[in-house]
């Protein structure tokens, strides 16, 4: 099994630090600061069963000047080249509980790029164990992903279920 799966999502939500995490290897930059990722970058991971090559994008945000344009425009393209489209959130910061506008906005997007997306909730080791599961309702009543994967990129928690979980995809 191989194939090619993108890294779409807000600005820092982990992006980055899970391709790390999938790679074992310090390809791409993390910051806290938003808008690292200029371009794409490719991480390669081999194993024996199966070999998944990551496109890791810039975050997509309400894009103002044009290299933050562009750089939207980038994230989207890889999502439209790839077999699978990893998208990542991380928890809500508030108490509120809902899809944000942000992430709404990417995934009525990706909605009609139409390639099979997974929901990848980053971070998780910030998050109170019962708050995950009304997390993974709320996104999956609204839009369907081909599986739902929660994960701690910093913690390599969660990370190779997910390696596999793609695979499984390919
Ligand atoms: P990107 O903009 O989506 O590529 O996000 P980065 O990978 O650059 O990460 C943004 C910030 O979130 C950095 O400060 C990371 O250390 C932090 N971060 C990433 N993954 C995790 C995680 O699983 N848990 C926690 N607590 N922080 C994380
Ligand atoms: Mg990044």
New binding site residues.
């Given amino acids: 099994r191989s194939g090619f799966a993108a890294l779409i ?1 807000r ?7 899970l391709l790390n995490a999938l790679t074992g290897e310090k390809i ?1 930059i ?3 600061k ?1 808008q ?2 200029r371009n794409r970058i490719l991480g390669v991971v081999t194993r024996p069963e199966g070999q998944v090559a990551f496109i890791d994008t810039p ?1 997509i945000h309400q894009a103002k000047g044009e290299l933050n344009r562009y750089m939207v425009e980038v994230a989207l393209h890889a999502a439209e080249e790839v077999d699978l489209v990893l998208f ?1 959130i991380e928890p809500p910061s508030g108490e509120k509980l809902e899809v944000s506008p942000g992430n709404r906005t990417i995934l009525e997007r990706l909605q009609r790029i139409g390639k099979p997306t997974f929901l990848v909730i ?2 998780i ?2 998050l109170p164990k019962a708050a995950l599961l009304p997390l993974i309702d709320l996104y999956r009543k609204e839009f369907p992903f081909a599986e739902v994967v929660p994960i ?4 390599k928690d969660g990370v190779e279920r997910l390696f596999h979980a793609v695979l499984g995809h390919m």
């Fill in positions: 999502g600005p820092n939500v982990g992006k980055s630090t791409a993390v910051s806290p938003p690292t990722t975050g990542l980053n971070k080791d910030t701690s990129a910093r913690e």
